[in-house]
């Protein structure tokens, strides 16, 4: 896969948002060209010329030393997440890449399925790097009535995010998280370009949503591992929770875990569910998997 787009627009993108003031370079005022720092500008803070530096940001990462992208990510003043998002289109970019698309798995051991089925006060899903769900405890059930059941695995959240009008229900602070949907698939797309089922996810989104394709365009990556969602349930309505990522090693997959403040009214909330959910018996007995499984709701 051809990353020179990606790594051009990516690094426009965060030179265009630094001032000179910010990078701690003097402004004599005036009116610039171009918003931001200027290429030369940009070169001087990371120690090349301004025709390597323009070499770069052309797309060209072939044979560009760690310690020249360590520079360039501090002249660029990127986070964690950036950093790791520039080294991973570096590598991309190696001719002698001899690594292929890192898969993403499709089932989960059932010794992972015996933890999640433990865990009856915290609502938990394992997913893949595509955001495929592959299995849930009851309470999750019960947490996404009407959005995820067993029968229904493995579903899409991305499609089910910018796709199916019901997210903008379901999740209260949906601009939010698309936001956090977005930069996620951009930091995993940096991650393994090769992964042709994530490209056509991809461009499924961009095709059928113009809120993902705005989102892509502006190149924001992040690392997914914590973040606080309100979802309305028709069971106990409007629940805010702590959603965090624990990514399980060597199997390409990462759990899910919600959780609410002790004493709070969302753990009150979390109470009753996990008290439906017994009540109503075991959730996924009931519903078993279809042999087909669907990749959105």
Known sequence: MDTT????????????RITPTQAGLPDYGGTRRVSGLKREEVAML??????????????????????VLDSLARA???????????????????????????????????????????????????????T?????????????????????????????????PRSKDFFVDWDTLADDFASAMRAESGRNPRDRALNSLIGDLAAGSTEFSTRWARHNVRFHRTARKTMRNPLVGEIELTGDALELPGEGLILIAYSAEPGSHAQDQLDFLASWSAGNGNIAARHPAEPNGRDSP
């Open 46 to 67: 990371t120690g090349v010329s301004t025709e390597y530096y323009a070499r770069l940001e052309r797309g060209n990462l072939r044979g560009v030393s760690d310690s």
């Open 132 to 164: 495929d769900v592959l299995a849930a405890n009851n309470l999750c059930f019960a947490l996404y009535t009407g959005i995820l059941s067993p029968g229904m695995l493995p579903v899409n959240l991305a499609r089910f995010m910018f796709l199916d």
């Open 5 to 16: 787009n990606d790594v051009r627009e990516f690094l426009m993108s965060r030179r265009s």
């Open 76 to 130: 660029l003043q990127l986070d964690e997440a950036e950093r790791a998002h520039l080294f991973d289109l570096a590598k991309a970019a190696a001719p002698d890449r001899a690594s292929g698309p890192r898969r993403a798995r499709a089932e989960v051991r059932p010794s992972i399925e015996r933890v999640l089925a433990g865990m009856t006060g915290t609502p938990a899903y394992v997913r893949n790097a595509r």
